[in-house]
């Protein structure tokens, strides 16, 4: 799979570096290639590519927007042509104090997909810290990843992308119930920094044959 | 422990009937004595108690408002004197095509802390099916309960209920994170319901010593 990824911080270099180490092709797109983050990344692992943000898009059948969910729209608007892509939303729409929703009747997600037309709009990977991306293993179980978008083939290649890196798949229906994710998402931020839980943490949805 | 348990469906029902197998004195408050929900528990288990909803806040050490929650205002402001009371509130506010929360910028525990004034409210019960209640085992694991609250020893007393029954617990915090746990269950039946996962599913906060 040919990746693209917007954002070269925690969440997209974490996953950059796992996909290309399991043999997908990654390009960074960024805006500044001289930064510490593209430095670090590019000192770890030669074979990731950098690019600007458009390249970026070009390059990848798949793209993720792994930047601060206030630049996402402005991101998205100058990105070029999404249409046919498969576009992966991480973000979550926090207020500064990490405590709540900033967007009210709404997802990034769905904002997404409004403004790139033809795009294929995946919500996933927001769910969890970029750090605990490094392991998903919890004992015996693996960690869930809640997905949901509209195209059910797109959330099957995503739902590859997860498995690759050690998730289980939790498949949440249609881009609409994004929202729900990002508050999935704020309940995994007040229990790892609120409560003190640390990162070490992730949702698993347990499941077992029919008694009912 | 003495449990006051308000209503006699699914969920109260369930809940009553182990508590009590649990060897806790369980009552339930009900408006009408000869419903067929009243009429079935008294018969599978002779040593339950039923009375008027006055009767059984009198009664609780524990208080379950285990009734829909557009009639939990109306009840909890002709409940009598709930000071002092741990009050649990296992309600979700959807709304009638249960795909949102019907409060926007509050909850529904938060609502029963404003009106009972000196009552201990805890949010717990409310982001799993009333069946699975039944068992909460899956596999290796036991599912887990969220929980929040204000009162550091009422989510104590809540937490050993729930370990009674079988869950793990997980505190969530404050009562002001309520509105995180009824996002969870707007989740939870999402995947049992429209997602067709069914009701044999539950919610686990996956955990391992530190890494990072």
Chains 1, 2 share one sequence.
Not at 113 to 129: E, S
């Amino acid at each position: 799979m040919k990746i693209g990824i917007i954002g070269a911080g925690d969440v997209g270099g974490t996953l950059g570096k796992i996909w290309r180490q399991r043999n997908h092709e990654v390009m960074f797109g960024v805006r500044n290639l001289q930064s510490q983050n593209v430095q670090t990344l590019a000192q770890m692992d030669k074979s990731l590519r950098f690019g600007d943000i458009n390249e970026a898009v070009a390059f990848g059948d798949v793209i993720l927007f792994a930047i601060p969910w206030t630049s996402v729209e402005e991101t998205v608007h100058r990105s070029g042509n999404l249409s046919g892509k498969i576009v992966i939303d991480p973000t979550n729409p926090l207020t500064p104090d990490l405590k709540q929703l900033a967007l009210k009747d709404t997802s990034v997600a769905e904002r997404i997909a409004d403004l790139a037309k033809g795009a294929k709009v995946v919500k996933a990977f927001n769910t969890i810290g970029a750090k605990t991306l490094n392991n998903l293993i919890f004992g015996s179980e693996r960690a869930d990843l809640f997905i949901c978008g509209d195209d059910t083939l797109s959330k099957r290649v995503v739902g590859e992308l997860a498995t690759d890196i050690g998730f289980d798949v939790v498949d949440v229906g249609s881009l609409a119930n994004a929202r729900m994710l990002e508050n999935l998402a704020l309940l995994w931020i007040e229990l790892a920094l609120r409560q003190q839980l640390g990162p070490n943490i992730a949702f698993k949805l347990l499941r077992r044959k029919a008694e009912f």
